[in-house]
């Protein structure tokens, strides 16, 4: 099955800095890779997917790149605020299997 | 359209009770998943289902069982509960097929389950 490897497993940065969290993934078949933010107390929700045609995609100051040859994809956030700290998770896709990474604490501090 | 519905939202069990988590959703997908989250760490896969009839075991399926008779149901039955069955549960789902890979998965609020 499908192995999905997450780092760090906690970010600490301050208002302003840039964040960068990396995964990389065992099945050569996924073609699907989805971020996704989790606040405390809540269900996760999605911020950002990309697929495999394509090696990056930006949403406003959050992008995801993408390295098929390697096995690893990367989520970038810039201009960080306070309200970008929680839980976030990279996904594994694997024939419609989903395995979560570990997570990555991110913490912004003002 | 109500999406993920999961029952309860919380329960406290004792030692060697049994329960079903309840989970539906009105969106057609044809996978279905059931995760869970202990406190601060990541969400492992305990089953999950391809289509009404079909499931399959995920990381951690040991003391539990699954069940899909429709496309719409979903419930997770603990047997015999054991204070390391205390998690948040999450139901899942998304939809799949070997042309359309790739949609957003949808989670339930979750189930507070705690053990004592």
């Known amino acids: 099955g499908e192995n999905v490897e997450q780092h760090p497993s906690t970010l600490s940065v301050q208002e302003g800095d840039s964040a960068v969290i990396k995964c990389t993934y065992s099945?050569?078949?996924?073609?699907?890779f989805p971020w996704y933010k989790q606040e405390l107390g809540k269900r996760p929700q999605l911020i950002i997917d990309?697929?495999?045609?394509?090696g990056e995609k930006k949403d406003q100051r959050i992008a995801v790149t993408l390295n098929k040859t390697a096995k690893h994809f990367s989520l970038h956030i810039t201009e960080t605020q306070p309200e970008d700290s929680a839980v976030y998770f990279c996904?594994?896709?694997?024939?419609?299997?989903?395995?979560f990474g570990q997570g990555t604490i991110l913490t912004v501090h003002p | 359209n109500a999406g993920v519905t999961q029952t309860p939202k919380f329960r406290i069990l004792k030692i060697g009770q049994s329960m079903t988590l309840q989970c539906t959703q009105d969106?057609?997908?044809?996978?279905m998943y059931w995760y869970r989250q202990d406190p601060g760490m990541g969400l492992k896969l305990i089953y999950y289902?391809?289509?009404?009839?079909?499931?399959d075991k995920g990381e951690v399926p040991n003391g539990y069982n699954v069940s899909r008779s429709t496309t719409e149901d979903f419930p997770l039955r603990l047997e015999l509960a054991a204070p390391s069955q205390t998690s948040v549960y999450f139901c899942?789902?998304?939809?799949?097929?070997?042309?359309?890979?790739?949609?957003?998965?949808?989670f339930g609020e979750g189930s507070w389950l705690t053990v004592v």
């Open positions: 899942a789902t998304s939809f799949w097929t070997s042309t359309q890979t790739g949609n957003t998965i949808y």
């Open positions: 099945d050569s078949a996924s073609n699907y």
């Open positions: 990309i697929r495999s045609n394509v």
């Open positions: 996904v594994g896709t694997s024939y419609g299997k989903l395995t």
């Open positions: 969106m057609n997908h044809n996978y």
């Open positions: 289902s391809v289509g009404a009839g079909i499931t």
